[in-house]
């Protein structure tokens, strides 16, 4: 899913990189948390997907993700 829809990636990413800042948050970086789908990178997506969500204008139509 997040290879396909670059904006959504480069949004997880900022969001992870927001709640880990450092390696006492998490020992990871995005990318290796992305690699290894942990719980901290499955969060930032989820929190991507919501602001996807609450960002999108009215009547705009999102996109289903693909599996």
Do not use: N
């Not at 901290?40 to 139509?61: H, K, P, S, T």
């Amino acid at each position: 899913m997040m290879q396909h829809d670059p904006r959504l990636r480069a949004a997880a990413r900022a969001i992870y990189d927001a709640c880990y800042p450092t390696e006492e948050w998490s020992e990871l970086s995005f990318a290796e948390a992305e690699k290894y789908a942990t719980v901290q990178y499955r969060q930032a997506v989820d929190g991507a997907l919501a602001a996807r969500a609450i960002l999108a204008a009215a009547g705009e139509q999102l996109a289903l993700p693909v599996a």
